[in-house]
């Protein structure tokens, strides 16, 4: 059975301007978790080459020590840090609700987003003040 066009037309979304949309904590928070989970394989490249060159000699340690010296470099490192602490917050928050927690309602999955923002954002201020 085909769909006239004018019912098509019809059924089409009217505004899909998205900074007019307001996404719930949930959404946010899945889609955070899977952009930090991108960050977090690209930063691994990054932090085993470091590794490995501190690892070489000597001369490629102070080199590493040297670099992690630098503002820039601690930027970059602080934000690696901040990716890993919310991936790892919203994969326990995924892990719990595997279990059953929080499915509740919207109420308690908005909270549980919220909960994992909060304690990212504490690991991310610890991870700075260990970085300085």
């Known amino acids: 059975m085909e769909l006239s066009e004018q019912n098509v037309n019809k059924q089409r979304p009217v505004n899909l301007d998205l900074s007019q949309i307001q996404f719930p904590a949930t959404a946010i928070a899945s889609i955070l978790h899977r952009v930090s989970g991108v960050i977090t394989f690209v930063a691994l490249a990054i932090l085993l080459w470091l590794l490995a060159t501190s690892l070489q000699s000597a001369s490629g340690f102070d080199q590493v020590s040297q670099l992690l010296s630098s503002f820039p470099v601690k930027l970059i490192l602080w934000a690696i ?3 890993l602490a919310y991936h790892l917050c919203a994969g326990v928050r995924h892990l719990l609700m595997d279990m ?5 309602s919207m109420a308690a999955g908005n909270n549980s987003a919220k909960a994992a923002f909060g304690a990212a ?3 991310s201020v610890i991870a700075g003040i260990w970085l300085w």
């Open 121 to 123: 954002a504490l690991l």
């Open 100 to 104: 059953g927690h929080f499915e509740g």
């Open 81 to 83: 840090l901040t990716a």
